[in-house]
């Protein structure tokens, strides 16, 4: 990356990123060295439930990404030397930013992934602004060493941890806040220089990290974020990961996924921490208070669309009290808002199982899987 002067970037003329302080609601830029960055490569970002393109945004190739480590690479030295009390001051108002900038963010997701405000606000904004709050007392216990027992008594050990580089953090869009602060925090509070690698759903809420983040006294490079479009996904993650100045790698979404990148992350013996799909079952015995338990199965299954990794994916009861809960859960089920799919391929892909499992011989006791672009209504 070139010098900045004047608050402009420069950059050589075989760089594909362009500086600009240009920074609107149809243009979501990249964020390197506390700068947005736009690029040659657009995206549309779509809003499922009107289906109209609310921005566009810059997107990465592989030499794009070769340079946001590279900037990662070059802080790490600085920042990783950096005093824990420091490191705690600058999440501390980090945290205090987000939270003068709730409407700003919560309308952001919301426009971005078709979210309710409740989903939003409470395991976005709040938990979000909490973790950053929480982190910032791991700084000093990160510096902390211990004494180990020697075999010679004349001898005193001591251990302690190194910050360990350039951490890249892979964050999901479904809870595109906490989980994209989740990714990034923990390495930086830690002196660890980081690289988010933004969803093409929610980049504009990822941006919106960097902003919040510089504002709050991050030194540049500390905190670089990229996103991409689905076409150029394979050649940017496997630079990244190639590229020698990376050290591990944190992956949050689908197991498919995960097993490539592990696979990738093992042929260049990077560690890896991977949270993938799973099944979640609610189990209902004979002497569960049903109603509490229909509340319960309806909205770990509903929210934000069921659109999450915990979500409710089935539910076994005990046939004795069958009949009667299943009762309930209809009832449960009457008040519940439909919600949007993040996509309409995505809502499709659910009709189909629907229309799959009754094909199979199942039936349906709530609901009729009418879909609407990407809204379906719950379904039992």
Not at 123 to 142: D, K, M, R
Not at 214 to 237: F, K, M, T, W
Not at 335 to 351: D, K, M, N, Y
Request: hydrophobic residues 45%; charged residues 20%.
């Amino acid at each position: 990356m070139g010098s900045i002067e004047a608050g402009v970037k420069a950059i050589d003329t075989t760089s594909e990123l362009d500086v600009s302080n240009e920074n609107t609601k149809f243009n979501v830029p990249l964020w390197v060295d506390n700068e947005p960055v736009h690029s040659g490569y657009r995206f549309d970002v779509v809003n499922a439930a009107t289906q109209n393109t609310v921005w566009t945004a810059s997107g990465a190739n592989a030499k794009i990404a070769k340079e946001v480590v590279e900037s990662a690479a070059k802080a790490f030295p600085s920042w990783s030397r950096t005093h824990p009390a420091e490191r705690r001051k600058i999440f501390i108002r980090a945290a205090e930013l987000i939270r003068r900038r709730k409407d700003e963010i919560v309308d952001i997701m919301v426009t971005e992934i078709s979210c309710s405000k409740e989903w939003a606000t409470g395991i976005n904004f709040h938990t979000g602004t909490e973790f950053l709050e929480e982190l910032g007392a791991l700084a000093t216990a990160s510096a902390v060493g211990w004494l180990p027992p020697m075999e010679s008594e004349n001898r005193l050990g001591l251990v302690y941890r190194d910050p360990y580089g350039v951490i890249l953090g892979i964050a999901p869009w479904n809870a595109p806040l906490i989980l994209s602060i989740r990714a990034i925090a923990t390495p930086i509070i830690c002196g660890n220089t980081a690289i988010l690698k933004a969803s093409e759903l929610s980049p504009r809420t990822h941006q919106f990290l960097g902003e919040v983040f510089r504002d709050a006294g991050l030194p540049p490079g500390v905190l670089n974020i990229i996103q991409h479009s689905r076409e150029r996904a394979s050649e940017v993650i496997s630079t990244l990961i190639a590229h020698p100045a990376l050290r591990k790698i944190n992956f949050t979404e689908s197991t498919a996924v995960g097993r490539i990148i592990a696979k990738q992350a093992g042929e260049h013996l990077k560690p890896v921490l991977l949270e993938l799909g799973g099944k979640s079952s609610t189990i209902v015995l004979e002497d569960a208070d049903l109603k509490r338990a229909a509340k319960a199965a309806v909205m770990g299954s509903f929210i934000h669309h069921g659109q999450v990794c915990m979500a409710t994916d089935r539910v076994i009861v005990m046939r004795s009290v069958a009949t009667e809960f299943i009762s309930e859960l209809r009832k449960a089920a009457q008040g519940f808002p439909s919600g949007t799919a993040v996509t309409s391929s995505g809502a499709a892909r659910t009709e189909k199982l629907v229309d799959t499992a009754v094909k199979a011989g199942a039936t349906i006791e709530f609901g009729n899987v009418i879909r609407k672009n990407a809204t379906l209504e719950p379904t039992i």
